[in-house]
């Protein structure tokens, strides 16, 4: 799966869904940093920030909250989110809301660029 996602691109136009309170997440550029040989790395990542909220979405790694930030980070999965993965990158789908017609549904979506894999919403969630 490593070499898979390492020339993929996590797109930037997504709207993944909190998995803890199901507001909109944003893009962050910059992501999470960290210092790794005297040099600063960044992770682009989707970032829930409703009120207070620290959930994080990346392919890679799914659904996750970083603790020990700045010094060094560790990336502690959200609990029953991570259960999708897209069959052509091997990376983790994001929940979002499409609509259609006059309704309103949930998908699981991939975040690789002009990916397009969807799959249907997994009931209980």
Known sequence: ???QTATTTLSHDLKPRCPRDNHVMRYESRGIES????ETQTLPSYHCDYQGCSVRYTPEEGYFTVVDMPD?????EEPGTNLLQCPR???????????GGNARRFVWQCGIERCGYT?????GM
């Open 72 to 76: 060094l980070p560790h990336f502690v």
């Open 89 to 99: 990158h091997g990376t983790w789908l994001f929940r979002c809301q499409i609509e």
């Open 1 to 3: 799966m490593t070499q």
């Open 119 to 123: 799959r249907p919403d997994v009931g």
């Open 35 to 38: 210092e790794r040989g005297g």
